[in-house]
């Protein structure tokens, strides 16, 4: 069994910047890519930021690029994603995922997902 579990959302104003964190446990996590997903209301999942095993291999989303940061501490079984200069429009509910299968290749769909932890909300007030 693999579980996630997101923590650091709230509530920031237009500009602020948040850190959020995933802690995951269970299954092996070697050679597996985990990533951020986030949904907002009445819109469908989208990715935001992968990451691989070693963290040498990052990918961004457009929208994440420049503002977003995501790292992987593998000793403490914690995932980050530091966003800053955020706008309203990154009001999400955001998902701290793992790949399905075990590859060197970026999780950028939500297809390729294995395991998706309960999400953090995260408000962004203009």
């Known amino acids: 069994q693999v579980n996630l579990v997101e923590s650091g959302g709230g509530l920031v104003q237009a500009g602020g910047s948040l850190r959020l964190s995933c802690a995951y446990s269970g299954r092996t996590f070697s050679s597996y890519a985990m990533a951020w997903f986030r949904q907002a209301p009445g819109k469908d999942r989208e990715f935001v930021a992968s990451i691989n095993w070693g963290g040498t291999d990052i990918v961004y989303a457009s929208s994440a690029k420049g503002r977003f940061t995501v790292s992987r501490e593998s000793d403490k079984s914690t995932m980050y994603l530091r966003m800053n200069n955020l706008p309203p429009e990154d009001t999400s509910v955001y998902y701290c995922?793992?790949?399905?299968?075990?590859?060197?290749?970026?999780?950028?769909?939500?297809?390729?997902?294995?395991?998706w932890g309960q999400g953090t909300q995260v408000t962004v007030s203009s």
């Open positions: 995922t793992r790949a399905r299968v075990p590859a060197s290749v970026p999780l950028t769909t939500v297809a390729a997902v294995g395991s």
